[in-house]
């Protein structure tokens, strides 16, 4: 991202959140041995996509704001400054809860719709607590 200020956190969503991915893929790869070994090639096509996918959406949490950048063939960003955010929701499922990971909703003032969203967050609700903290600071 072009920015000048310090990131406080920056991650990218967490591999579980593109388990059916990986899953799809192994199941391609072993449907090669049986069907036809061409899948085993579509498996491993399937892994890396979803590994790039991944890799393409990354979160921040700046000194000013939160913001969420997906970078593959264009570039998409959102911003949402810490004064601005009005509402903020940590979501778990079961499985997510297991596995330590959650989704972080920011809603801002003066729209009806979710602002930034931080899908696959690792340990949420600490992340949840850096920008709670960042928000009093302002």
Same mark, same amino acid.
């Given at each position: 991202?072009?920015i000048?200020?310090?990131i406080?956190?920056?991650?990218?969503?967490?591999?579980?959140? %593109?388990?059916g991915?990986y899953?799809?893929?192994?199941?391609?790869?072993?449907?090669?041995?049986f069907?036809?070994?061409?899948?085993?090639? *579509?498996?491993?096509l399937? %892994?890396?996509?979803?590994?790039?996918?991944?890799? *393409?959406?990354?979160?921040?949490?700046?000194?000013?704001?939160? #913001?969420?950048?997906?970078?593959?063939?264009?570039?998409?960003?959102?911003? *949402?400054e810490?004064?601005?955010?009005?509402?903020?929701?940590?979501?778990?499922?079961?499985?997510?809860?297991?596995?330590?990971?959650?989704?972080?909703?920011?809603?801002? *003032?003066?729209?009806d719709?979710?602002?930034?969203?931080?899908r696959? #967050?690792?340990?949420?609700?600490?992340i949840e607590?850096?920008?709670?903290?960042?928000?009093?600071?302002?």
């Amino acid at each position: 991202m072009d920015i000048k200020e310090p990131i406080v956190v920056k991650f990218h969503p967490h591999p579980f959140c %593109f388990l059916g991915f990986y899953f799809g893929g192994i199941i391609f790869m072993v449907l090669s041995f049986f069907v036809l070994p061409l899948l085993f090639l *579509a498996g491993i096509l399937i %892994f890396i996509l979803a590994e790039v996918f991944r890799r *393409a959406e990354t979160f921040y949490v700046l000194e000013s704001g939160v #913001a969420k950048e997906y970078k593959l063939l264009s570039t998409y960003r959102k911003f *949402a400054e810490f004064s601005k955010i009005q509402n903020m929701e940590v979501n778990q499922s079961f499985l997510e809860n297991i596995l330590g990971i959650g989704t972080i909703h920011l809603d801002t *003032a003066g729209t009806d719709e979710r602002e930034v969203s931080f899908r696959g #967050a690792r340990d949420p609700y600490k992340i949840e607590q850096i920008i709670r903290e960042k928000m009093k600071t302002i």
